[in-house]
């Protein structure tokens, strides 16, 4: 074999490695942006109810504490959903449920084998209503 066939092979070899290699990179942090979105929207709904515990909040209050304690995220009002419940009831909690739709940085190549455009995702915390605040008082 001559010289220059050698060199384009090694180029070949190059270029088939660096893409799977570029592939395997993207898909951790993916990965890493879904682990990382998704204990978010945990610590958002958490403490959502948290918050949503005092019965003198109202569902805007708490959904948009949701939204704020949702950094990086980007979520909207219609992401986050908010049952109040009945203070005093241990059987009617505080509901905060955020859904979600995770796009990945690689789904343009999900896209190449019929995968879809984006991951579901939801988080959902509850907590009991105290007793005792002056809109409850008995």
Do not use: K
Not at 38 to 59: C, F, K, L, V
Not at 60 to 71: G, K, L, S, V, Y
Not at 85 to 91: A, F, Q, R, T, Y
């Amino acid at each position: 074999m001559t010289r220059a066939r050698w060199s384009g092979q090694a180029t070949v070899e190059f270029a088939a490695g660096l893409t799977m290699f570029l592939l395997l990179i993207v898909g951790a942090l993916d990965l890493g942006r879904g682990v990382w979105i998704s204990n978010s929207m945990d610590h958002a709904a958490r403490e959502a109810a948290r918050y949503g515990s005092i019965p003198t909040r109202t569902r805007d209050e708490i959904r948009n504490h949701a939204i704020q304690r949702a950094t990086g995220i980007g979520l909207a009002i219609a992401n986050v959903s908010v049952t109040r419940g009945i203070c005093g009831d241990p059987s009617s909690p505080v509901v905060v449920t955020i859904a979600y739709s995770f796009t990945p940085i690689a789904s343009g190549f999900a896209a190449l084998w019929g995968g879809g455009s984006g991951i579901a995702m939801g988080a959902s915390s509850s907590m009991y209503v105290e007793r005792g605040v002056p809109p409850c008082a008995l």
